[in-house]
Every structure is written in C-alpha cells, then in structure tokens.
C-alpha cells in the first residue's frame, strides 16, 4: 500500500537525512498530487478472473492498463519528434514506417505487457520501454490471454494508425516460454517445437532439411483440426501429424 502512496520507508529516511543538511523535499502530498495529475485518464484499473498457478482456480484480481493505447503512442511520438529522439537507423526502418514493438516483461510476482517504439537510437533501453498493462497474477496461457483481451482491439488500431504520414508496424517480442503461451502451443514437449517452421523434434537431431513454414494461419487451421477431431489432449500430437 504505501508503494503505491509513493510513501516507502527508504523514502522517508531520504527526507530527514535531506533535511538536517538544510535541502527540503516536496511533502507526501503534494508528490501524490503531481502523480495523480500525470496518471489522470490515461490508466485503467479492472477487476477481472484470473487462474491461480497451483489450484488452477479462477480469482478476482485487477489488471491496470493504459486507457488509450493509440493516444498514448502518439503522444510518445510527439514527445520524443520534439526532443529530436527518432532515429531510423540508416536503412534498417524504412523511412515511411513507425516500428513498435509489444511483450512481456515478467518479473517478481507480477505479469507486465510492455512497449517500445524502435525508431530510437537504443529501442532496448529500459528508458524506451513503456508499461501497457500489469497485473500481480503468473504468465499462464489463460491469463496472458486474459491480459491481450483488451489490448487486441487497439494494438489492431496502432497497426492502421498514421503517425505524420508514416504507418505504424507492431511486433510482439518475448521470450520462447511467453510466445508458446501467446500462439497456444505445447513448447518444446510439442511435436513441432520451433514457433517459426513444422521441423520435428527428432529432424532437429538428423538435421532435417526440407520443412514448411509455420504461420498464424496455419496455427489456427491446426487447432480448429483438432477441435474437429474431438479435442482430445491424448490424440493432439496424433491429431497434429504434418505429412
């Protein structure tokens, strides 16, 4: 509670330490008061079910997200044009473009969505990376789509948006782990371990050469061939067979 006042312990001893060498910092109040201002109308905070990780029971919990995520990224752009941040790094961006980028950023006991505008000189910076969306629940399958719910409806606005006549292009970054759980596929226990292509698990270890790409197409096609087939977990892989 007194992290989110903005009102910790450290905080505090900071003050007085400050103060008995005669420098004054601002009172609780009034840094709530700057912080209120600044947050005011641009997040949103919803209750919404989310699965516990060991009972698999579904919860009350609240998830914050920013309010308007195309705003938001305009508002950014604007920022950073004025401070003569934007950079397209030669001809690796092209000119007419706007890259963002959306993922995870887990950490602690917390599941964070975050973004970053890549025409910047360091686009990995944590400097250049904007929480989205946050809330104190594990990155399960259930509850990272939980989380994209709302974010999909306007990350499909950012991709049509114009920003000074450059179009925007959004990218979702993650590790291995967060992206299986973002298509819905099984990882590395799965009969096509790789996100990108349909190599097998044992083609992998000979070194097999001719295989297909693997799209979000063809990932839909293979789910809804396996809810055709009666969605059966035991038959998945059976179900999945490329030939």
Not at 210 to 216: A, E, K, P, Q, Y
């Amino acid at each position: 509670m007194k992290e989110t006042m903005i009102i910790t312990y450290q905080l505090k001893l900071q003050s007085r330490f400050l103060k008995s060498i005669g420098t004054y910092l601002p009172s609780d109040h009034a840094i709530r008061a700057v912080h209120k201002n600044i947050t005011r109308g641009d997040i949103s905070i919803q209750s919404k079910k989310f699965e516990e990780t060991k009972t698999k029971k579904l919860q009350d919990k609240n998830i914050a997200s920013i309010e308007n995520l195309p705003s938001f990224v305009t508002k950014t752009l604007n920022k950073m044009n004025e401070n003569g941040e934007l950079h397209w790094h030669g001809t690796s961006i092209p000119n007419d473009e706007i890259w963002v980028k959306v993922g995870d950023d887990h950490g602690k006991d917390s599941f964070k969505i975050a973004l970053s505008i890549c025409n910047v000189s360091k686009p990995n910076s944590k400097h250049n990376t904007h929480l989205i969306a946050m809330a104190k629940v594990q990155d399960t399958t259930r509850n990272i789509q939980t989380v994209m719910e709302d974010l999909k409806s306007q990350i499909d606005v950012l991709n049509i948006l114009k920003w000074c006549n450059k179009t925007m292009k959004v990218f979702v970054f993650g590790d291995y782990w967060f992206l299986c759980k973002l298509c819905d596929i099984s990882g590395p226990s799965g009969l096509y371990p790789c996100l990108w292509c349909h190599v097998s698990r044992e083609g992998m270890q000979l070194g097999e050469v001719h295989v297909t790409s693997r799209s979000l197409l063809i990932l839909d096609s293979d789910y809804n061939r396996f809810l055709e087939n009666g969605g059966e977990l035991k038959k998945s892989k059976t179900v999945s067979q490329r030939h």
